[in-house]
Nanobody, 125 residues
Framework: QVQAVESGGGSVQSGGSLRLSCAPAPSGYGYSDLYMGWFRQAPGKEREGVASLSRGGGRNYADSVKGRFTISVDKEKNTLYLQMNRLKPSDTAMYYC?????????????????WGQGTQVTVSS
């Protein structure tokens, strides 16, 4: 499978918005129950799950981003997105996308693979 590339990161002020992209999104080939996820890792912290999207359309979000972030996929563009609104300094991190096959926990990073280089998001107060 072609390695996905994350993009769309940048520096914004608190309250601002960014939209991250991950392309090509996993096609589902070879997956019996495809999940696509966004994860982030802040300096000195472990990588954590942010949002996941199943092939059936089910979505899961970390409590810290519920109501502010939205995960979606454009199948025609073969791109996974993470719309981030009302950003906070605590959202500052490197963001990654990855795929999993029927994860026990849709936000558990250990169940995902296909990690890219990530895209940096920096939110200033």
């Amino acid at each position: 499978q072609v390695q996905a590339v994350e993009s769309g990161g940048g520096s914004v002020q608190s309250g601002g918005s960014l939209r991250l992209s991950c392309a090509p999104a996993p096609s589902g080939y070879g997956y019996s129950d495809l999940y696509m996820g966004w994860f982030r890792q802040a300096p000195g912290k472990e990588r954590e799950g942010v949002a996941s999207l199943s092939r059936g359309g089910g979505r899961n979000y970390a409590d810290s981003v519920k109501g502010r972030f939205t995960i979606s996929v454009d199948k025609e563009k073969n791109t996974l997105y993470l719309q981030m609104n009302r950003l906070k300094p605590s959202d500052t991190a490197m963001y990654y996308c990855a795929a999993a096959d029927g994860p026990w926990d849709p936000l558990e990073e250990a169940e995902y693979s296909g990690w890219g280089q990530g895209t940096q998001v920096t939110v200033s107060s």
